[in-house]
């Protein structure tokens, strides 16, 4: 019973300086949603949550800043009514949700006013008619909607596009498939996989000038009209304030210039070499990767803490600590990382009411994620040990821990070794998830890239390369620190 206590308190220690080192991480990503809905807009900050790539309305440039026709006229807007705006660029579906959440303060995403969505938000006055082309691969011999008859089409998930296609597809014939993301559509019609992909016709127009290799083969159809929006009953100053700086800029005629430098503009990384374009785009991947490195140290140190605790929780012997240790990995284990992404971010503050950073939500998820499976490698490698060992040493005057220390877990630590460096090469590619929830990392900076040129396949190449020499270089480190420790 002596050797139980002392084993159950220091074990507890552990356990609660460890949730008090992730507490602390997690504390200064938080910050309380605003409570303040006063009348006046003047001199305050608010979160606006966007797309990722819906150029021309917003899009990264060269430079990785986030421009486009919602943009410029945000700033705009702003700059005029005397607040200012905090531009979270989320993808389309995580922005609806981060202002459902109050992670965010409004969304401005080319977002189609209608009636379902007017009655989770509150709508601006209109800022710009849309409608809906249908567009299909150059060489193509598709001339209108009867070519389409037995076919697959694409259109964006939450957009008009994607709304009007299904509204016609029994009538033609044709099947529709819901895609996130626009540069994601036009590769499917480019590959063959989609006969047709029906968009908004100014990013269409866009797409096509950037030379996206599609051609728009029918007519406009009219369209909804876009909105900024809030969530239904909260910020209606800010919406108010959006509606006297939208008349303002229509008034002075600097909305219509506005509108004309995105939707004339043209943009030369569309005929750039590779090399060119590596060059160009080379500073927003490094910035990715930086990202990404960051997150992966920050997430395998907290989930190296948890592997070592839990994985002693589950081979210490005592009940209470073993059903805790697996619960714990179960749940982990047992759900998708995405899923577990979207609850801390999304989910988590809808319940709380208190918002989460997009690094802390996602060193967070890393970090208990690779923590369930760093558990079992520990359990693992500890329970591979032979049994002898620990009889052998107790038979010596060893105590418990004293045996685990000086005997079991050295040959425990070269026996799980190979899969702990496994694990750091997962954890460093599960980065490229946390793209969904707007993590910066390389992936994300990718699809930034390609939302301007439209150059997937010339973009996705240097990502993988990148990938690929990050993740050799971490391994061959690994391994040779394995040799030496381990020798």
């Known amino acids: 019973m002596i050797h139980v206590s002392q084993r159950v308190r220091r074990l507890m220690s552990?356990?609660?300086?460890?949730?008090?080192?992730?507490?602390?991480?997690?504390?200064?990503?938080?910050?309380?949603?605003?409570?303040?809905?006063?009348?006046?807009?003047?001199?305050?900050?608010?979160?606006?949550?966007?797309?990722?790539?819906?150029?021309?309305?917003?899009?990264?440039?060269?430079?990785?800043?986030?421009?486009?026709?919602?943009?410029?006229?945000?700033?705009?807007?702003?700059?005029?009514?005397?607040?200012?705006?905090?531009?979270?660029?989320?993808?389309?579906?995580?922005?609806?949700?981060?202002?459902?959440?109050?992670?965010?303060?409004?969304?401005?995403?080319?977002?189609?006013?209608?009636?379902?969505?007017?009655?989770?938000?509150?709508?601006?006055?209109?800022?710009?008619?849309?409608?809906?082309?249908?567009?299909?691969?150059?060489?193509s011999d598709i001339s209108g909607y009867e070519g389409l008859k037995g076919k697959t089409v694409v259109g964006k998930t939450g957009a008009e596009g994607l709304a009007y296609a299904k509204s016609i597809s029994k009538k033609y014939g044709f099947t529709v498939k819901a895609l996130d993301k626009a540069d994601t559509m036009y590769s499917e019609v480019q590959t063959g996989n989609a006969a047709a992909v029906f968009d908004d016709y100014p990013v269409l127009a866009y797409g096509i000038a950037q030379g996206n290799g599609l051609k728009t083969v029918t007519p406009k159809v009219a369209g909804g009209s876009y909105g900024f929006a809030v969530l239904k009953g909260n910020n209606a100053a800010l919406k108010d304030a959006f509606n006297k700086g939208l008349a303002d800029v229509k008034a002075d005629g600097t909305y219509d210039k506005i509108v004309d430098k995105y939707l004339k503009a043209s943009d030369s990384e569309a005929d750039q070499s590779f090399w060119q374009l590596f060059v160009s785009s080379f500073p927003a991947l490094m910035k990715g990767l930086g990202m990404t490195l960051a997150a992966t140290a920050l997430s395998l140190l907290f989930a190296s803490i948890l592997g070592v605790i839990f994985g002693f929780c589950k081979v210490s012997g005592i009940g209470i600590l073993k059903a805790i240790a697996t619960i714990y990995v179960d749940i982990f284990r047992g759900t998708p990382l995405l899923v577990q992404a979207f609850f801390f971010y999304f989910g988590l503050p809808t319940v709380t009411g208190i918002k989460i950073g997009v690094l802390t939500a996602g060193v967070l998820t890393l970090s208990l994620n690779a923590g369930a499976y760093m558990t079992e490698i520990v359990r693992g490698g500890i329970q591979s040990v032979d049994p002898g060992q620990m009889e052998a040493s107790r038979s010596l005057g060893l105590n418990w821990m004293q045996s685990m220390r000086k005997v079991i877990v050295p040959q425990a630590v070269k026996i799980s070794t190979p899969a702990v460096i496994n694990q750091f090469v997962i954890s460093l590619k599960d980065t490229s998830l946390l793209a969904v929830i707007g993590f910066a990392e390389l992936t994300y900076q990718g699809q930034q890239i390609i939302a301007r040129n439209f150059r997937s396949f010339d973009i996705w190449l240097m990502v993988g390369i990148i990938y690929f020499i990050v993740i050799f270089a971490l391994t061959k480190l690994s391994n040779f620190v394995d040799r030496k420790v381990n020798k």
């Open 14 to 139: 552990v356990i609660v300086a460890a949730f008090v080192g992730l507490v602390t991480l997690v504390g200064p990503g938080m910050a309380q949603a605003h409570a303040d809905d006063s009348s006046s807009v003047k001199g305050r900050t608010f979160i606006i949550a966007t797309d990722t790539t819906f150029a021309p309305f917003e899009y990264r440039d060269a430079s990785g800043e986030m421009v486009g026709i919602d943009m410029d006229l945000i700033h705009e807007i702003a700059t005029r009514e005397g607040f200012k705006v905090d531009i979270k660029a989320i993808g389309f579906d995580a922005a609806l949700q981060a202002v459902q959440a109050k992670q965010a303060d409004a969304v401005l995403s080319g977002m189609t006013i209608t009636d379902e969505r007017k009655k989770i938000f509150d709508f601006s006055d209109p800022y710009f008619q849309s409608g809906v082309q249908m567009a299909v691969k150059k060489d």
